[in-house]
Nanobody, 123 residues
């Protein structure tokens, strides 16, 4: 079993920045992929960025490319999402997720989810 916990959400104005953090704990031995998703009430949860330990490049949604950067500290099972040039349309609940493999994350069906952290961008 793996527990996932996010932190770092908040409220900023347009053009501001935030850094989200996610820690996976529990049975985290071996290769692990983690990712960030976001959801607006009434809409489908969408992937934002995904990264796996032990090599490989990160995947970004088109909306995140050029503004968001995902990074990780493998030794601490920690995943970060640095968000720059935030826009009102980035307002959402951001969720961190974890899975031993990549494909479930790409498909939006990872094994483990965090509780979410709210990001609000005002104009």
């Amino acid at each position: 079993q793996v527990q996932v916990a996010e932190s770092g959400g908040g409220s900023v104005q347009t053009g501001g920045s935030l850094r989200l953090s996610c820690v996976a704990s529990g049975n985290t031995d071996g290769r692990r992929c983690m990712g960030w998703f976001r959801q607006v009430p009434g809409e489908k949860r969408e992937g934002v960025a995904i990264m796996c330990t032990r090599g490989g490049s990160a995947w970004y949604a088109d909306s995140a490319k050029g503004r968001f950067t995902v990074s990780q500290v493998n030794s601490k099972n920690t995943l970060y999402l640095q968000m720059l040039s935030l826009k009102p349309e980035d307002t959402a609940t951001y969720y961190c997720a974890s899975d031993p493999t990549y494909q479930p994350l790409i498909e939006g069906a990872p094994a483990y989810w965090g509780q979410g952290t709210q990001v609000t961008v005002s104009s």
